[in-house]
């Protein structure tokens, strides 16, 4: 099946600096990727739709300013948390359509202390 | 709107115990569902899906029937491993356009003890 690659798995930072997350399709084109947020045991929340090309269309209660998403090519787009707080910690996911079928990158975990 | 409820856990069985962890659905039209397992540190993945009434899906002997009558499409396996031990979310998919976006259920921690 399809790749997604997020970078990196996990990463620490301190509170008040910025953290990227990568997610690429390696093996395929993606017009349209997915980021979601996943608490301690909750499920996956949406937090945005990811457009090549165009703006991301975020989810009510996302902070655009906070979680700034680029879809600069069709195989990769970022999730940058900026000013991250400790509330921030969380399990981030991105996924991306191939076809009918959706896959998902391996999540990344922000700690921010 | 759409919205899956998923059996609460934790779930622990034995080895070689039946499975079911039940999920059932609220959606507009004629939604797709899916089934996606997610181990430790890890990022989902699909495990069976189905995209009309009655299709049944079928991975690494899971099953889930996809039930338009009782808006369910719960998970059921014969006979599990310590390996199955994982969280697994029941998801559907429903709307118009290409970008649909998936919607899950909270998740269920299963554990299976040798």
């Known amino acids: 099946g399809a790749v997604v690659s997020q970078h990196p798995s996990w990463v620490i930072c301190k509170s008040g600096t910025s953290v990227k997350i990568e997610c690429r399709s390696l093996?395929?084109?993606?017009?349209?990727m997915f980021w979601y947020r996943q608490f301690p045991k909750q499920s996956l929340m949406l937090m945005a739709t990811?457009?090549?090309?165009?703006?991301?269309?975020?989810e009510q209660g996302v902070e655009k300013d906070k979680f700034l998403i680029n879809h600069a090519s069709l195989t990769l787009s970022t999730l940058t948390v900026t000013s991250a707080h400790p509330e921030d910690s969380s399990f981030y996911i991105c996924?991306?359509?191939?076809?009918?079928?959706?896959?998902f990158g391996q999540g990344t975990r922000l700690t921010v202390v | 709107g759409n919205s899956v409820t998923q059996m609460e856990g934790p779930v622990t069985l034995s080895e070689e115990a039946f499975l079911t962890i039940n999920c059932t659905y609220t959606?507009?039209?004629?939604?797709?569902l899916f089934w996606y397992v997610q181990y430790p540190g890890e990022g989902l993945q699909l495990l069976l899906k189905?995209?009309?009434?009655?299709d049944k899906g079928s991975n690494k002997g899971f099953e889930a029937t996809y039930r338009k009558e009782t808006t369910s499409f719960h998970l059921e396996k014969g006979s599990v491993q310590v390996s199955d031990s994982a969280v697994y979310f029941c998801?559907?998919?429903?709307?118009?356009?290409?970008?649909?976006?998936?919607?899950f259920g909270s998740g269920t921690q299963l554990t299976v003890l040798p």
């Open positions: 093996d395929f084109q993606a017009t349209t």
């Open positions: 189905a995209t009309k009434a009655d």
């Open positions: 959606a507009t039209g004629y939604p797709s």
């Open positions: 996924s991306a359509r191939a076809g009918t079928e959706a896959f």
């Open positions: 990811s457009n090549e090309g165009s703006k991301a269309t975020y």
């Open positions: 998801a559907l998919r429903s709307g118009p356009g290409s970008a649909r976006q998936l919607t």
